[in-house]
């Protein structure tokens, strides 16, 4: 069982960053692939990106690429999201969540743990 609670979230203006985290608990945690998913008002849960049991691979939804960088520490069971040039489109609920898989995972299904979420608002 692992239990996730993300923070950093805020307010911030266009152009600005953010940086999330995620703390987990359990000893499991450094086995587990992770991932961030975010969704807006009136979406769906998308894909925002992914990070194998190492922190040697990562996935970015193509939106994201080059504007977030995903990493982690597994001696202090976190992970983080970077998030700079932020835009209003970037807005919504954050929410780390953990597969007992040790592979990159994209689909919101292939996670076993979520956290409750932490919300990002980039105004204009």
């Known amino acids: 069982q692992v239990q996730l609670v993300e923070s950093g979230g805020g307010l911030v203006q266009a152009g600005g960053s953010l940086r999330l985290s995620c703390a987990a608990s359990g000893r499991t945690f450094r086995s587990y692939a992770m991932g961030w998913f975010r969704q807006a008002p009136g979406k769906e849960r998308e894909f925002v990106a992914a990070?194998?049991?190492?922190?040697?691979?990562?996935a970015y939804a193509d939106s994201m690429k080059g504007r977030y960088t995903i990493s982690r520490d597994n001696a202090k069971n976190t992970l983080y999201l970077q998030m700079n040039s932020l835009k209003p489109e970037d807005t919504g609920v954050y929410y780390c969540?953990?597969?007992?898989?040790?592979?990159?995972?994209?689909?919101?299904?292939?996670?076993?743990?979520w956290g409750q979420g932490t919300q990002v608002t980039v105004s204009a």
């Open positions: 969540a953990a597969t007992i898989s040790g592979l990159i995972q994209v689909q919101a299904t292939d996670y076993n743990y």
């Open positions: 990070i194998n049991w190492t922190g040697s691979r990562t």
